[in-house]
Nanobody, 129 residues
């Protein structure tokens, strides 16, 4: 059974940094060229996919809202994905989810809980001004 569990959320001041982790089980980051992604949903707003990475070639993708501030990465030995978040802004306040596996990063920005990939339960990030 595929499971993803996010860690690392919390309260941080604007301008600060936070690193989220996503520990995956039930599939291997090394076995196929899957992709995993990060999504978020702010209170009262539509959700959005913000970043995606292909596991074989390490190709990365970012939404305009986080480009230049967030970095996605994986540790294949730990079967873990990360989201390094720098220069955080109050508008980054949201519940952050990781999702996977998916065949590629096409449509990674779509937020649909019934999408083909599995989702974690999320971790909350609050950025104070």
């Amino acid at each position: 059974e595929v499971q993803l569990v996010e860690f690392g959320g919390g309260l941080v001041q604007a301008g600060g940094s936070l690193t989220l982790s996503c520990v995956a089980s039930g599939f291997s980051f090394s076995s196929r060229d899957y992709a995993v992604r990060w999504l978020r949903q702010a209170p009262g707003k539509d959700g959005e996919g913000i970043s995606c990475i292909t596991l074989k070639h390490g190709n990365t993708y970012y939404s305009d809202s986080v480009k230049g501030r967030f970095t996605i990465s994986v540790d294949k030995a730990k079967n873990t994905a990360y989201l390094q978040m720098d220069n955080l802004k109050p508008e980054d306040t949201a519940v952050y989810y990781c999702a996977g596996p998916r065949l590629d990063c096409s449509r990674y920005e779509q937020f649909n809980r019934y999408d083909i990939d599995y989702w974690g339960k999320g971790t909350a990030v609050t950025v104070s001004s």
